[in-house]
């Protein structure tokens, strides 16, 4: 009886030891000494002279649109925007005002207002003027010199998009790669996950691409409703060369970050937009944008977006369009 009681103990242990051999390491954060070697390593200010104020835009080229719409096959249209979201919740501080302020028999009068385009809710597009690191914004502006709360953003600002952005969208749906409905909230999105979802899908994001990024907070907001605060799934900061490497454009997404380690929620977001001139559309819902993916097996397609024409501003509520 002991001797079998020994064998069973050595068995479970060997079991162990394999199990444990076979965990993967958990990912370490980024550490504040590293995110800010990056920011002199990996910058891109300057690759495009130094009077640009579009950023990783440069990168759609005429031919790059042109490869773009030649993606259109069936003429589905797909709307990457949440819908704008006119009362208060713990998900939504900063709520637009929304109000027909005239109806008469020629007509109806609306009124909306942003109180705060880069507030939690609408979805919206920032510009290269929304961000600074140490008083200075993308390609090396000061701050100071060219963001003031009476003149707007002389620099960077939302109308250098006016004749909008188009180019190839491709969406990274990580719940699908992982067969969740969604990621639950803390959930970090490393590299491994997005070459995974590309050896999957056999599509793989290049110069002048927009990484469509869904990790499923609509989902999970319409199963478990909503919350606030740092914990959103999102990328791990340890994305940030990649993004640098593969040249990536636009990153449209459901939420801006998650918390990680000593560095902010809002650490990848900032770095893409100020460092590497990646514009960013933040609060998208690509609920609908999943499903018609996924119907049709296609995970490109031609993405555009159109920032309101808004001189010196930073940022501009969007509608991005994907069109199959």
């Given at each position: 009886?002991r ?11 060997v ?8 965990r ?28 640009d104020g ?16 030649a ?20 998900d ?17 009068v ?21 961000i ?26 939302v ?12 969406l ?24 995974g ?77 100020s ?50």
């Amino acid at each position: 009886m002991r001797h079998r009681l020994g064998v069973a103990i050595l068995a479970l242990s060997v079991f162990a030891v394999v199990t444990s051999a076979q965990r993967p390491e958990p990912h370490p954060f980024v550490t504040p000494a590293e995110y800010e070697a990056w920011q002199k390593k990996l910058s891109n200010w300057g690759r495009w002279g130094k009077d640009d104020g579009l950023g990783a835009l440069n990168l759609i080229t005429a031919a790059k649109r042109k490869a773009a719409a030649a993606l259109v096959k069936k003429g589905i249209s797909v709307s990457l925007a949440s819908d704008v979201p006119t009362r208060g919740e713990v998900d939504v501080p900063c709520p637009a005002e929304s109000a027909i302020t005239t109806v008469n028999g020629r007509g109806a009068v609306d009124r909306i207002a942003f109180p705060c385009i880069h507030g939690a809710g609408h979805t919206h597009i920032d510009s290269l003027a929304h961000i600074f690191f140490n008083g200075v914004m993308w390609n090396g502006y000061a701050a100071s010199e060219n963001v003031t709360e009476a003149t707007g953003a002389r620099r960077n600002s939302v109308l250098n998009m006016k004749n909008g952005i188009v180019t190839r969208g491709i969406l990274y749906d990580i719940p699908r790669l992982k067969s969740v409905p969604y990621l639950e909230p803390g959930t970090r999105i490393f590299v491994d996950d997005l070459e995974g979802w590309e050896r999957k899908t056999g599509v793989k994001a290049g110069a002048g691409d927009a990484l469509v990024l869904r990790w499923g907070r609509w989902s999970r907001r319409a199963a478990l409703g909503p919350w606030a605060g740092d914990t959103a799934a999102g990328l791990d900061n340890s994305v940030i060369p990649w993004l640098k490497q593969r040249d990536i454009s636009m990153i449209v997404w459901e939420t801006p970050g998650t918390a990680q380690g000593e560095l902010s929620a809002g650490a990848l977001h900032n770095f893409a937009l100020s460092i590497l001139g990646v514009m960013l559309v933040d609060r998208a819902d690509l609920e609908a944008l999943s499903n018609v993916a996924a119907q049709n097996r296609r995970w490109v397609f031609m993405l555009t977006v159109g920032p309101l024409a808004i001189p010196n501003g930073t940022g501009s509520p969007v509608n991005p369009i994907a069109v199959f």
